[in-house]
């Protein structure tokens, strides 16, 4: 099982990153995938995640109306549509799964089955 996420980076505030994590070794279509953080110092914290048949989706409060979830089963990925990004949005992104097939509730970091390596993405006021 990977999940592997990548379109990290450095961006000016109010600049937009599209984040991509790539799944594979397991039936992505079944499960719900979300975003964590984390920025230094700080714990890991929930940003977005969607349902395995995207019926669903959550955000974070800090994060409405800017970040968007979405995937595209077919190609195996989720995507993060960060907009309007603040420096307060800095930190290490990270796709995780969900251990239950077929949930539509929002994914919390103790249902995680597998997690990602991390993308950075930093931004500068």
């Known amino acids: 099982v990977q999940l592997v996420e990548s379109g990290g980076g450095l961006v000016q505030a109010g600049g937009s990153l599209r984040l991509s994590c790539a799944a594979s070794?397991?039936?992505?279509?079944?499960?719900?995938i979300g975003w964590f953080r984390q920025a230094p110092g700080k714990e890991r914290e929930f940003v977005a995640s969607?349902?395995?048949?995207?019926?669903?989706?959550y955000h974070a409060d800090s994060v409405k109306g800017r970040f968007t979830v979405s995937r595209d089963n077919a190609k195996s990925t989720v995507y993060l549509h960060m907009n309007n990004l603040k420096p307060e949005d800095t930190a290490v992104y990270y796709c995780?799964?969900?251990?239950?097939?077929?949930?539509?509730?929002?994914?919390?970091?103790?249902?995680?089955?597998?997690w990602g390596q991390g993308t950075q993405v930093t931004v500068s006021s």
């Open positions: 995780a799964a969900d251990r239950a097939m077929l949930s539509t509730f929002k994914l919390r970091q103790g249902s995680v089955a597998y």
């Open positions: 070794g397991f039936s992505v279509d079944h499960y719900a």
């Open positions: 969607i349902s395995w048949n995207a019926t669903k989706t």
